[in-house]
């Protein structure tokens, strides 16, 4: 009981001579719907030693919006899921397909790469239209 009473007297010390501008300000308020802007694009690079997967990449499409991904570098696949995770198509890199919404919510894509012996580099070039 006692250490109980002396870490509370040192809580209220540390909380009475904090200075005013550690005070948190407030945060302001942001709209839970992921922003989407047409043609944003960007540019991931990944490394997959063989046999391993990569982490799935969602994004974010609305009804009707376009995703292009090309992916150059090693030989390798990649699986597009939808928003509910049911798998939607397996491809080959080194092929540029296009992906059209068809409702609101994320479309993930994960990378496998090949059985080689040697480590697999490539860059994937991802374009919202």
């Given at each position: 009981?006692?250490k109980?009473?002396?870490?509370?007297?040192?809580?209220?010390a540390?909380?009475?001579a904090?200075?005013?501008?550690?005070?948190?300000?407030?945060?302001?308020?942001?709209s839970?719907?992921?922003?989407?802007?047409e043609?944003?694009q960007?540019?991931k690079?990944y490394?997959?030693?063989?046999?391993?997967?990569?982490?799935?990449?969602?994004?974010?499409l609305?009804?009707?919006?376009?995703?292009?991904?090309?992916?150059?570098?090693?030989?390798?696949?990649y699986?597009?899921?939808d928003?509910?995770?049911?798998?939607?198509?397996?491809?080959n890199?080194?092929?540029?397909?296009?992906?059209?919404?068809?409702?609101d919510?994320?479309?993930?894509?994960?990378?496998?790469?090949?059985?080689?012996?040697?480590?697999?580099?490539?860059?994937?070039?991802?374009?919202?239209?």
């Open positions: 009981m006692k109980f009473l002396i870490s509370l007297s040192v809580l209220a540390l909380a009475a904090s200075p005013s501008y550690a005070s948190p300000a407030p945060v302001p308020v942001v839970a719907e992921p922003v989407v802007q043609g944003q960007f540019i690079y490394s997959l030693r063989p046999n391993e997967l990569s982490p799935w990449e969602g994004v974010y609305k009804k009707g919006q376009q995703l292009t991904i090309y992916a150059q570098g090693s030989y390798s696949y699986s597009v899921y928003s509910s995770y049911h798998l939607g198509a397996f491809f890199s080194n092929v540029g397909r296009i992906f059209t919404a068809t409702e919510g994320y479309l993930y894509i994960q990378f496998a790469a090949s059985s080689s012996y040697t480590m697999n580099y490539f860059t994937v070039t991802y374009k919202i239209s």
